[in-house]
């Protein structure tokens, strides 16, 4: 493979203007794509083959109405008044006689249409009903709703909304972490090269792919249901990736360049070695993210395969724009900052990292990893599992408007409800009876009613509109959306609905939005094993044939499973238990369902990048040497300072979506960021230089037969660099530094 590679990189350092200008074009063509096909990613969570699901499908058919998004209308009389005072009743009939009017409105029931009005006469609940399913619903559809509700505000009500549409309710990818990622960034490249040039370059490739694949999720979304999470996900990985890619690849050219290797052969080499460990370990992170779809949730197969798309784009952009502009940034990535403290600094470290890096910081941290590597080891695990430890206490569901901070709407209306109603009439099931020819809905529908109004848990069961065979059942349970008890209180009328319409032929099916949700949190929990072994073996498969020994993916396995142990648990403590929440301004809730989901997919292939740069190193100095302990010292050092720029650039980009005021957003970029952070400074570059170091030659062993059956990739370049005479950085430049001349002057 690095022969190909090779050739690839000379290909474009050598017909830059060309591969730029085809890169252009692809922007160009996607960007005109993406802005007149007229698609844009919506939050329709459904998943199909749910019982929750087949009852809303069954509605679209007999009550058309029922079967799309809803929208709770919260009106609040002030201190001392009440919603029956002839002023605010005036304002609410009027605003609420202006909703047919508004577009795609398919019914509208007043406070006293649901008769949902609070014991004080303070509070009153009104319904929309929209001919639109959930995130469907145009926000301008919504701002006049809104419209219509000012005759009720300027009675004196207070108005807020909420439910599976209302203003504001699609998730809006803020631009801020992005701009902060890529601050944080460029300080982080500019410290690692010393050079501007240097620095920019990955920050110019990354946001060519970044732009390439978010104008491509717009255009794929006029003709798929792509989940507004896609595109924050696609942009997290976009970015990091991206950036981090070009880094492993512009650090190796640069070395070359340093020790006077040609301009275009130090590109080439570049792409053929640490291109090799590139490749890999974006098609790791590109399968983990396709493996996804095994699950059988389609949101969860978009989001999985457009954010594999931006991955790959930052791929092939690594490996051949890249290239294509070293060919006119030429040696301007080695001219220096001048830094006002220590002069000459930058051109310092460059040159030890070039010629001697057994001088680096990383080489003084190998050293101290295999001298007390037992110590390390089983410190680095406690600390793990200890901040794993709340992962016990899981709690999955999807976000409710208790969720959302106390500015939006939907939090106001939640608060609302649950002070002067009750919290289940935030998040009400519906119950669909389908009755047989020959029943009465007048006696039956009444006693379905009364017997489902006995249920542990039930507030109220109240029976709703009927229309030929079809009636619905409102329930209010006694407990929130997102209680335990509200979903074991769905579970148990399923598990008793024969009881229940017993003597009528009817069969039941609970819906709404908060069982929708309570399907969804199952669906995902139940396949969560599966993605897991899915995960597993696919990283025993890919590491056996990049390393060519069983134990190395054995021992990455482990540490990936420790990192997300822990990523998963500080995020249980802080979103779940809400330490450290207002710090962050979040507000406690549960952990979103598809997040742990995301979290390994995603983690299992960043840390497959961590153990392919690092341990790659490893096997080149032990292939050379033969020595297990100076093969971990050496491979270690080589590695630490571009693993350790590109997991504090991929802890930039996920901890900045902390600014971002979604919920989902939020706890995503909190996972990722502890998962990245602690896979690639606890495990990446101590735990496994451990084991490792322990280990010995032991950690190198495989069946003869695997040489015979098992292909060799070379992700190390290894037979590259000797057809190249080890001109390469990784082949020989600890081993030539006592014979290249060091020159003060400039590096060409």
């Given at each position: 493979m690095?022969?190909?590679?090779?050739?690839?990189?000379?290909?474009?350092?050598?017909?830059?203007?060309?591969?730029?200008?085809?890169?252009?074009?692809?922007l160009l063509g996607v960007a005109i794509a993406g802005l007149t096909a007229g698609g844009r990613p919506t939050d329709d969570?459904?998943?199909?083959?749910?019982?929750?699901?087949?009852?809303?499908e069954h509605l679209r058919q007999t009550?058309?109405?029922?079967?799309?998004?809803?929208?709770?209308?919260?009106?609040?009389?002030?201190?001392?008044?009440?919603?029956?005072?002839?002023?605010?009743a005036a304002g609410i009939g009027a605003a609420m006689a202006g909703l047919p009017a508004v577009p795609?409105?398919?019914?509208?029931?007043?406070?006293?249409?649901?008769?949902?009005?609070?014991?004080?006469?303070?509070?009153?609940?009104?319904?929309?009903?929209?001919?639109?399913?959930p995130g469907e619903v145009d926000e301008s559809d919504l701002d006049a709703l809104r419209a219509a509700m000012k005759p009720a505000e300027a009675a004196g009500a207070q108005v807020e909304y909420s439910g599976s549409a209302y203003p504001g309710y699609q998730v809006k990818v803020p631009e801020i972490p992005e701009i902060i990622g890529v601050v944080a960034a460029f300080v982080i490249l500019l410290i690692t090269f010393g050079a501007v040039v240097a620095a920019g370059l990955p920050i110019v490739t990354a946001c060519v792919g970044v732009g390439i694949g978010a104008l491509g999720i717009y255009a794929a979304a006029a003709v798929v249901h792509m989940p507004s999470a896609a595109l924050s996900l696609a942009l997290m990985l976009g970015l990091s990736c991206g950036i981090d890619y070009a880094l492993f690849i512009l650090n190796r050219y640069r070395n070359n360049m340093l020790r006077h290797v040609p301009l275009g052969e130090s590109a080439a080499l570049a792409v053929g070695t640490s291109g090799g460990a590139v490749v890999f370990a974006a098609v790791t992170v590109i399968i983990a993210l396709c493996g996804l779809a095994v699950v059988g949730i389609p949101f969860l197969t978009y989001m999985g395969l457009a954010a594999a798309g931006a991955v790959l784009v930052a791929l092939l952009i690594a490996i051949t724009l890249l290239p294509a502009l070293?060919?006119?940034?030429?040696?301007?990535?080695?001219?220096?900052?001048?830094?006002?403290?220590?002069?000459?600094?930058?051109?310092?470290?460059?040159?030890?990292?070039?010629?001697?890096?057994?001088?680096?910081?990383?080489?003084?941290?190998?050293?101290?990893?295999?001298?007390?590597?037992?110590?390390?080891?089983?410190?680095?695990?406690?600390?793990?599992?200890?901040?794993?430890?709340?992962?016990?206490g899981i709690h999955l569901g999807l976000p409710s408007g208790a969720s959302q901070p106390e500015s939006n709407?939907?939090?106001?209306?939640?608060?609302?409800?649950?002070?002067?109603?009750?919290?289940?009439?935030?998040?009400?099931l519906l119950v669909v009876v389908d009755l047989p020819a020959n029943a009465d809905p007048a006696t039956a529908v009444p006693a379905i009613a009364a017997k489902v109004q006995r249920e542990p848990g039930v507030l109220a069961a109240a029976p709703g509109p009927v229309r030929g065979s079809t009636a619905l059942l409102q329930v209010i349970p006694t407990t929130g959306p997102n209680d335990p008890a509200t979903a074991d209180l769905v579970r148990r009328i399923r598990h008793d609905r024969a009881n229940v319409a017993a003597g009528t032929g009817a069969t039941l099916q609970v819906t709404g939005t908060t069982a929708s949700n309570i399907d969804t949190s199952d669906k995902l929990g139940s396949a969560l094993p599966i993605f897991l072994v899915v995960v597993v073996g696919l990283a025993f498969v890919l590491l056996t044939v990049a390393f060519r020994a069983a134990l190395v993916p054995l021992t990455s396995i482990v540490g990936f499973l420790l990192s997300v142990f822990a990523a998963i648990g500080i995020q249980v403590a802080v979103f779940q238990w809400g330490w450290g929440a207002g710090l962050l301004g979040i507000t406690p809730g549960e952990t979103i369902s598809f997040l742990p989901i995301i979290v390994l997919g995603i983690v299992f292939g960043l840390s497959s990048d961590y153990e392919v740069f690092v341990v790659s190193r490893i096997k080149e100095e032990y292939g050379r040497s033969g020595d297990a302990q100076a093969a971990v010292r050496n491979g270690v050092g080589l590695s630490a300072r571009v693993v350790t720029a590109a997991a504090l650039i991929m802890f930039g980009v996920f901890i900045a979506f902390l600014a971002a005021g979604d919920p989902i957003i939020k706890s995503i970029g909190l996972s990722l960021a502890v998962g990245v952070f602690l896979d690639a400074f606890v495990v990446r570059l101590t735990l496994i230089p451990a084991v490792m170091s322990l280990l010995g030659d032991r950690m190198w062993l495989h069946s003869r037969w695997f040489d015979r059956f098992v292909p060799d990739f070379d992700i190390e370049g290894n037979a590259l660099q000797s057809d190249r005479g080890s001109a390469g950085d990784g082949g020989g430049g600890r081993h030539e530094a006592s014979r290249v001349t060091v020159s003060r002057g400039s590096p060409r």
């Open positions: 690095s022969r190909y590679l090779y050739a690839i990189g000379a290909f474009a350092y050598r017909r830059r203007w060309l591969v730029s200008g085809i890169w252009l074009v692809v969570f459904t998943i199909p083959g749910t019982e929750s699901q087949r009852a809303v009550m058309p109405e029922y079967g799309g998004a809803q929208t709770q209308i919260v009106f609040a009389a002030g201190e001392g008044a009440k919603l029956s005072d002839p002023g605010l795609h409105v398919a019914a509208a029931l007043s406070p006293q249409q649901t008769r949902q009005v609070s014991p004080d006469g303070r509070v009153g609940l009104g319904t929309v009903l929209w001919s639109s399913p070293l060919g006119f940034a030429g040696d301007k990535v080695a001219k220096f900052i001048r830094t006002p403290l220590r002069p000459g600094r930058a051109r310092q470290v460059a040159r030890t990292a070039a010629f001697t890096p057994e001088r680096t910081l990383g080489a003084r941290w190998a050293r101290f990893v295999v001298r007390f590597r037992l110590p390390l080891m089983l410190a680095g695990a406690a600390v793990l599992i200890v901040a794993g430890l709340p992962t016990l709407t939907s939090r106001r209306a939640y608060d609302l409800t649950a002070d002067h109603l009750g919290p289940g009439f935030n998040g009400p």
